[in-house]
């Protein structure tokens, strides 16, 4: 998206009479007139305002589905009904008390894991380098189930994962500090973290008695299934907080998939940034983790939809937030219906679908984030 120098009453700054430029293959070109005179126009890639179009419906195509399939299908009509505020009062209790918060959770949840995921790829330079797998997920899920299971923590598990999150994040990055955090170093690190904080939550739950671990399992497995509305409000806040920094960070994020050297050429100031960065991946990370647990795969499936769909000349932040959310409804969704009565966790239908796509990844690695 480019910004051309405002024209002042129809002539541009040299006296010239101001020419109506065309469009650039591949762009769509909105310009307008001042009411002082001037004019200004905005150049959009066609290719990622298609793709952003296309997710934000295939998204409320997804929760239009969501909230009429379950233990008791709505019609369309009777779906309208209840989104209207009409509709009889049974199916306006699985709409409105049952089926939105958790749709909510999930929009809210995949998107974050999504714009963590590929801030983290972004930071690291590498497809692999997303909050599960280099330990963010498994730390924050530690810290969660030690307030759980009663380690004399006064605070409540959601600042906990958020506490376990930032934890996890800064020994990885210290343990990487002096070649970077970029290539499969900062990965194999993560990993190693992400097993240690592992080994101390199935530690954890092999000490207490069953009442208390069975409270504690959905936080090892990822659910959406009666989550805190305090925790959803709270998750809200900061993904907004979160996509305001990541889009201020995203000319930086751009240089990021270069070298340090050119970046720092170009006059980004690369330690920095690289610390902001991961502030914004842990505080998502962190938070997500809080309202579903550690839901894998979402960080890597959502911005390799967004990669595949948007332009690659950015970061593509908004449609990695899209595309989490949709993986993540669909998941649920699945999770819910597939098997019905019986419920599958979030988490395991995430793991399912994203194993193969990893092993896609590692197969294919001709692709760059550069």
């Not at 001042?34 to 295939?58: D, K, N, T, V």
């Not at 939105?100 to 963590?116: E, K, S, Y």
């Not at 500090?177 to 954890?204: D, E, K």
């Not at 009666?226 to 806040?237: C, I, Y």
Request: charged share 10%; glycine share 12%.
């Amino acid at each position: 998206m480019s910004l051309f120098p405002a024209a002042r009453d129809g002539v541009t700054p040299k006296g010239s009479p101001l020419v109506d430029l065309p469009s650039p293959g591949g762009y769509w070109r909105l310009a307008w007139r001042w009411p002082s005179g001037g004019e200004a126009s905005l150049l959009f890639s066609r290719r990622s305002a298609l793709a952003h179009f296309g997710l934000l419906l295939a998204l409320l195509a997804a929760s239009a589905v969501y909230l009429a399939l379950g233990s008791v299908h709505l019609a369309p009509q009777a779906l309208g009904a209840v989104l209207l505020g009409e509709g009889d009062a049974v199916a306006r209790f699985m709409v409105v008390e049952l089926r939105l918060p958790r749709l909510v959770a999930a929009c809210l949840t995949g998107a974050a894991f999504a714009v963590a995921g590929c801030l983290m790829q972004t930071l690291a330079r590498n497809r692999l380098a997303t909050p599960g797998i280099i330990g963010i997920d498994n730390g924050a899920t530690a810290f969660a189930v030690a307030s759980v299971v009663g380690l004399g923590v006064s605070l409540a598990p959601p600042a906990m994962a958020l506490v376990g999150a930032a934890t996890a994040a800064a020994i990885t990055f210290g343990l990487t500090a002096g070649g970077g955090s970029r290539g499969y170093r900062f990965i194999v690190a993560g990993i190693g973290v992400g097993a240690v904080f592992g080994a101390i939550t199935q530690l954890l739950l092999a000490r207490v008695d069953m009442d208390t671990a069975n409270a504690a399992y959905p936080w090892t497995v990822g659910t959406l299934n009666a989550r805190p509305p305090g925790a959803l409000l709270v998750l809200a806040m900061g993904l907004a907080v979160g996509l305001v920094m990541a889009l201020r960070l995203s000319r930086a994020l751009s240089l990021m998939r270069f070298s340090d050297a050119i970046a720092q050429g170009l006059g980004s100031m690369v330690g920095r940034r690289r610390w902001q960065v991961l502030a914004v991946a842990v505080l998502l990370t962190g938070l997500a983790v809080a309202v579903a647990g550690p839901v894998g795969m979402v960080g890597l499936i959502g911005p390799e939809v967004a990669r595949s769909l948007a332009c690659r000349r950015g970061v593509p932040i908004i449609a990695s937030a899209l595309a989490g959310a949709l993986v993540m409804v669909l998941a649920d969704l699945v999770g819910r219906v597939l098997l019905a009565p019986v419920e599958l966790p979030v988490g395991i239908v995430t793991a399912v679908v994203g194993g193969p796509w990893l092993l896609w990844i590692l197969l294919c690695p001709q692709r760059s984030l550069a």
